[in-house]
């Protein structure tokens, strides 16, 4: 079988980079294992205009949020499934010092923070004395369904292998990849955490980041929002079923659910919510996340017919769109990838 790409794995980045290949009529298979936990299955598929304690904008907000939420209604309107919503987040802060950063940052003109006119309209479902502010321009990607939807499309479509890649049976050529009876112009890594592993890329400075998030049915719980204090909960496709995450761990000893959070999560939830609630699930998964905070998109500097679409860290949902119609630009058009997050800027360290 002859086609232009390989695609390994199909999380959000292999999502992404087929449907783009998908709109411009290029043949590709994805190979995907399926596995039951993946970031991507994690994942809330929230998209935050600001992030830190500084609420600072997002890295390159403006071009990416937009491009971001057409990118979902584009596929969305193709598969026939809503595939992103607007929700803002309603901020409850948690201190009187947070409380004092959202109020500066509002004067100072952050477009995206605005005060809340009703103060007390959520005072049946929470606990927040301090009071609560606005964070517009935020979306819910509903990965739970976007996902599967797409992943059925290939098979349909006789673009899914649903099996391991393995490295051994890859044979690279001059001008073609060539992987048991599927020969192509090129592979493309989207394959999260197995690229740490990779021969050709195990040399990018990825830096892995656990997560970890409860899934919770809130009977009652209004669904337009997301609710921020401390931690994010976030309405799920399904009714009163909630996602509430996450913390951010650089160091750990394996990828697996841990008692500590699920119980701080559950104490948490309960200071919080008014109304009853009951945990249903307990996950967690590594973020594909590298050491300057910038994905790492494009074709091996040394290996013409290897690509990676990669790194994309804990904002997956916004920046693999973006930068998988880059990396297919560049494939199809030779359009140049951004410089930040392109590989080529680690020419010397794929040398080795
Ligand atoms: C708890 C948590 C919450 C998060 N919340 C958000 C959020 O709200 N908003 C946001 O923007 N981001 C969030 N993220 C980050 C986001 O999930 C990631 O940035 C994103 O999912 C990474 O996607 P990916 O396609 O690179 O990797 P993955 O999701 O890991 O996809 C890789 C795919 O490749 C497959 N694969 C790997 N190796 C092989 C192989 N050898 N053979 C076959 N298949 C293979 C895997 O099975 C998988 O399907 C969160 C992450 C976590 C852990």
Not at 111 to 121: A, V
Not at 260 to 274: C, D, G, V
Not at 338 to 348: N, S, T, Y
Request: aromatic residues 12%; glycine residues 6%.
């Amino acid at each position: 079988m002859q086609v232009d790409y390989i695609i390994i794995g199909q999380g959000l980045c292999g999502t992404w980079l087929s449907w783009y290949l998908t709109k411009e009529n290029r043949s590709f298979i994805v190979i995907d294992k399926n596995e039951p936990t993946t970031p991507s299955k994690v994942s809330a598929g929230i998209i935050n205009p600001v992030t830190g304690r500084r609420m600072v904008k997002v890295w390159m907000a403006e071009q990416i949020l937009s491009f971001a939420h057409a990118a979902y209604k584009d596929i969305g309107n193709f598969l026939g499934i809503a595939a992103i919503s607007q929700k803002n987040i309603i901020d409850f802060f948690p201190n009187a010092h947070q409380r004092l950063v959202f109020l500066e940052r509002m004067e100072e003109g952050e477009e995206y923070l605005s005060s809340y006119p009703e103060q007390n309209q959520f005072n049946p479902f929470f606990n927040y004395d301090l009071g609560c502010g606005e964070i517009r321009h935020s979306y819910i990607a509903h990965l739970d369904t976007l996902l599967p939807a797409w992943r059925q499309h290939l098979k349909d479509a006789k673009q899914l292998h649903e099996e391991e890649f393995e490295f051994e049976n890859l044979v690279i050529k001059e001008r073609s990849v060539q992987y048991g009876n599927i020969i192509a112009e090129k592979i493309i890594f989207c394959d999260g955490l197995s690229s740490f592993e990779n021969p050709f890329f195990k040399a990018l400075p990825f830096a892995p980041n656990k997560g970890e998030a409860l899934i919770v049915e809130i009977p009652g719980l209004p669904n337009q929002h997301i609710y921020k204090k401390g931690f994010l909960l976030a309405p799920l496709q399904g009714n009163d079923i909630f996602w509430l995450g996450s913390n951010y761990q650089w160091s750990f000893s394996d990828a697996e659910p841990n008692k500590e959070f699920y119980e701080q999560a559950e104490r948490h939830l309960t200071a919080w919510l008014r109304i009853p609630f009951k945990i249903l699930e307990h996950k967690a998964a590594l973020r594909p996340a590298t050491l300057e905070r910038r994905p790492f998109v494009g074709l091996h500097p040394h290996q013409k017919n290897i690509g990676i679409l990669n790194g994309m860290g804990t904002k997956g949902c916004s920046l693999a769109p973006y930068f998988a119609s880059q990396l297919a630009n560049q494939l199809l058009h030779k359009k140049e990838i951004m410089p930040e997050a392109d590989i080529k800027r680690f020419q010397r360290i794929l040398t080795r």
